[in-house]
C-alpha cells in the first residue's frame, strides 16, 4: 500500500510539472482580438490598433497604431498565464510586426 501511495505520488508531482510546463511554454494566452480590445480599452477610441503575436504562445504581442507616431509607433502587451493582458505607456521601435 505504501508503495502504490509512493507512486501515486511521483505521477502527481510530473503531471502538475507538465501542467505547468504546458502553460508557461505552449498554451496559446490570447487572440489578436482580445488583445487588441485591451488596447483600446486603455487607450480609447481613436486610429485603428493591430496587435500581433511575438512568440508562439502569444505572450508577447506589438500593437501598432498610427495614434503612437511615425517611428517608433509601437507599445509592448504581455499576455499572464492567468490572461490578464498588460499593454505598456511607452512606445518603442515596431520590430516583426
Not at 502538475?16 to 489578436?32: I, Q, S, Y
Not at 504581442?61 to 505607456?89: L, Q
Request: net charge negative; hydrophobic share 45%; glycine share 10%.
Amino acid at each position: 500500500m505504501t508503495k502504490l501511495l509512493f507512486i501515486g505520488v511521483i505521477v502527481a508531482m510530473v503531471v502538475g510539472f507538465l501542467g505547468v510546463v504546458w502553460a508557461v511554454e505552449f498554451h496559446d494566452r490570447a487572440n489578436a482580438a482580445e488583445v487588441t480590445h485591451a488596447a483600446y480599452v486603455k487607450f480609447g477610441d481613436g486610429p485603428p490598433i493591430h496587435c500581433v503575436a511575438q512568440d508562439s504562445n502569444h505572450a508577447t504581442w506589438f500593437c501598432r497604431s498610427p495614434r503612437w507616431g511615425e517611428d517608433p509607433n509601437c507599445r509592448k502587451a504581455t499576455v499572464g498565464i492567468t490572461g490578464s493582458i498588460d499593454v505598456a505607456d511607452e512606445t518603442r521601435a515596431c520590430e516583426g510586426s
